[in-house]
Nanobody, 115 residues
Framework: QVQLVESGGGLVQPGGSLRLSCAAS????????MGWYRQAHGKQRELVASVTSGGSTNYADSVKGRFTISRDNAKNAVYLQMNNLEPEDTAVYYC?????????WGRGTQVTVSS
């Protein structure tokens, strides 16, 4: 069974940084588009950033210039470096692995930005 396990969430002050990690197992990691999504309380889940198997990246406008997604195919891992965090970034962050035939989700990690 495919597993995506997120880590690195926590409580951080505005302006601070966090690095999220997602470890994937039981998939051919390199062929998947990997993404980070988030869901704030009472809101719909939204795409934060994604990186294709070829390394092309895409970001939500709200995080451009602050967040960086990267992947390490040798480690079956994808990362999200989050800098200059804002209270509006508070959400549960989910790792996603997608290809044409379907997608997998992790269980999420909480990120709270508060003073």
């Amino acid at each position: 069974q495919v597993q995506l396990v997120e880590s690195g969430g926590g409580l951080v002050q505005p302006g601070g940084s966090l690095r999220l990690s997602c470890a994937a197992s039981r998939i051919i990691f390199s062929i998947y588009t990997m993404g980070w999504y988030r869901q704030a309380h009472g809101k719909q889940r939204e795409l934060v950033a994604s990186v294709t198997s070829g390394g092309s990246t895409n970001y939500a406008d709200s995080v451009k210039g602050r967040f960086t997604i990267s992947r390490d195919n040798a480690k079956n891992a994808v990362y999200l470096q989050m800098n200059n965090l804002e209270p509006e970034d508070t959400a549960v962050y989910y790792c996603n692995a997608a290809k044409i035939t379907g997608a997998y989700w992790g269980r999420g990690t909480q990120v709270t930005v508060s003073s």
